[in-house]
């Protein structure tokens, strides 16, 4: 069964940094594209970055580019996102997800429940 466990989250004021950890199983964790997603409410659910696993290639969502970066410690089936310099908008659910397939432009099939990060002005 594959499993998803984000875990990071919190309260932080505009200009702080955040990490936040997800911890896979149930799959092989290299094999396979693993990346970050977010909601906000009222929102659509946004794509924030994403690791290919066949190139690793690294996407990152517009809003974010600069800000926040995308690791994965294969060893420990972790994959991290620093987020930096973080603004109120960035307030969501962020939530961990992996595909099937290794690209990330493949989407992702299986999600993790998911993290708060609110963002203080």
Partial sequence: EVQLQASGGGL????G?????????GFTFDDHAIGWFR??????????????ANNGKIYYGDS???R???SSDNAKNTV???MNNLK??????YYCATGERPSCVD???????????????
């Fill in 12 to 15: 932080v004021q505009a200009g």
């Fill in 17 to 25: 940094s955040l990490r936040l950890s997800c911890v896979a199983s």
């Fill in 39 to 52: 909601q906000a409410p009222g929102k659509e659910r946004e794509g924030v970055s994403c690791i290919s």
């Fill in 64 to 66: 974010v580019k600069g």
């Fill in 68 to 70: 926040f970066t995308i």
């Fill in 80 to 82: 991290y996102l620093q």
């Fill in 88 to 93: 109120p908008e960035d307030t969501a659910v």
């Fill in 107 to 121: 989407g992702m099939d299986y999600w993790g429940k998911g993290t708060q990060v609110t963002v203080s002005s």
